[in-house]
């Protein structure tokens, strides 16, 4: 069977659809929310790294309850922080640079985090792939955050072909129209969790197998 030519603009418009019935992920549900601020929505990957949403969004909204602002986050031990985080995978390391990140916001940047790539790259453990998607979400700010499932997507779909999320996040920033920069991750993280899952893809049932190659897929639903 021939495939269409990758249309983009369809596609988003299918994956708007096709997600909808499922939750959003964890970071975009938090600003929905109000928890929209750069720091809160840093705050909010840190736990999210290594750790489900279904895990990492009740706890940040456990913590935000508590502090959500770097004043109130300073104003906690190190000690309350992994006690209010405790469900998230290496809470006692996240805790303590939640801590350091808020302590450094106060005494850099009186107490207000700027919407720059490079000062949010600067703190110790926070990648592009966060920084990306905090900026994003909380400043608007043009830029592609790649995770698993937007790197698997998009290969799968052979829209970009590529071997690592880093070179994902260069392809497509050379390709994606960036109106799509922010929202690609929103669409393809509920996406790959629920239909274009990582072993055995919902093929079958998917509204984009006409246009997409199925790039490294051997067996699928």
Known sequence: MSKQSFDIDLAISKLREAVHPFPKAAMFALAEEGHRSLFEQLIACILSIRTRDETSLPVAKKLFQR????????????????????ASTFADAKAKQIWEISDRILHEFAGELPCDLETLTSFKGVGPKCANLSLGIACDYPCISVDVHVHRVTNRWGYVQTRTPEKTMA???????????????????????????????????????????????????
Do not use: D
């Not at 502090?67 to 405790?86: D, F, G, K, Y």
């Not at 799509?180 to 998917?206: D, Q, R």
């Open 171 to 221: 392809a497509l920033e050379a390709k994606l129209p960036k109106e799509y920069w922010i929202e690609i991750n929103a669409l393809l993280v509920p996406f790959g969790k629920h239909i274009c899952t990582g072993e055995m893809p919902h093929c079958s049932t998917c509204p984009l197998l006409e246009m997409c190659q199925q790039v490294g897929v051997s067996e699928h639903r």
């Open 67 to 86: 502090a959500n602002t770097p004043e109130t986050m300073r104003q906690l031990s190190v000690a309350e922080i992994e006690q209010l985080i405790q």
